[in-house]
């Protein structure tokens, strides 16, 4: 990775909603990391809340879909967000100190990989204000076969969209009116390779389709950093996280 112009990602950012590094990790990185998450999987799942990670069929290990938390369980992916280059970018893009919230895993397996839903991720992070970033970071080759990210360009300028329930585990609520003609005009796909950095702030609407490869995973790391002046909505987290678990159990 070259050297990274600070001030040229910051008014992109600013601009855009989002920023993609190239090459963010080097090949060597990638494989440390590559190899982490393996090590994780087999060492740590075993431990884990069952809220923190997600099959696409609970009955094959092999269509892990989604872990979160992994800084809470393992000083690997703990030292990836804290004191790290990843917090620095993010205090860069955020004018603010950056609080590492979680370090995540998301893949979406061969051809039952599902589409995740247009969203905002400040409808989930509920702050005051909605200053955020996530960070994507491609493990392997993602294009628009196996299910690369679409961004809307300049949509963290609009405000909140309305969100509603979807039937996509891991991600449970949707952009409600998403397709209208000013959304399709700035949708923008970002294929990546491994190393290669996808950073988005809290209000830009994103998707990404499903897996239609027969053979090609797509997995990738997520990290999220809250700005240290944004407020958390305590009570009204609560709620929604009271809401998902009944979900889950089929309470309602």
């Known amino acids: ?22 090459g963010f990790l080097s090949p060597e990185e990638v494989k440390t990391m590559n190899e982490n998450v393996k090590r994780f999987i087999s060492e740590k799942i075993p431990s884990m809340s069952t809220g923190h990670y997600f099959y696409e069929d609970q009955n094959d290990p092999s269509t892990l879909k989604q872990m979160q938390d992994m800084e809470k369980y393992d000083p690997y992916f703990q030292s990836l967000a804290v004191g790290s280059k990843f917090e620095e970018i993010a205090e860069t893009l955020l004018s603010d100190k950056a609080i590492a919230k979680t370090v995540e895993y998301f893949n979406k397996p061969p051809r039952i990989g599902k589409a995740t839903p247009p969203h905002q991720d400040g409808y989930y ?10 960070m ?21 300028l609009k405000g909140m969209r309305p969100h509603g329930k979807t039937q996509t585990l891991g991600f449970s609520q949707g952009i409600t009116d998403f397709g209208t003609e000013e959304d399709i005009a700035n949708e923008v796909p970002m294929p990546a390779k491994p190393g290669d950095l996808l950073i988005h702030h809290a209000l830009t609407i994103h998707r990404a389709e499903g897996n239609k490869s027969i053979t090609r995973s797509r997995r990738a790391m997520g990290l999220i950093y809250f700005g240290a002046s944004a407020k958390e909505d305590v009570d009204a987290k609560e709620r929604y996280m009271k809401q998902l678990q009944e979900e889950r159990r089929g309470e309602v």
Do not use: Q
Not at 125 to 134: C, E, G
Not at 136 to 156: F, I, M, Q, R
């Open 1 to 22: 990775m070259s050297a990274l112009n600070f001030k040229t990602l910051k008014e992109s950012f600013d601009r855009d909603g989002y920023v993609f590094i190239p």
């Open 125 to 134: 992070f509920m702050l005051k204000p909605a200053h955020a970033v996530t």
């Open 136 to 156: 994507w970071l491609a493990l392997e080759e993602v294009d628009g076969d196996n299910g690369c990210v679409h961004y809307v360009k300049g949509s963290h």
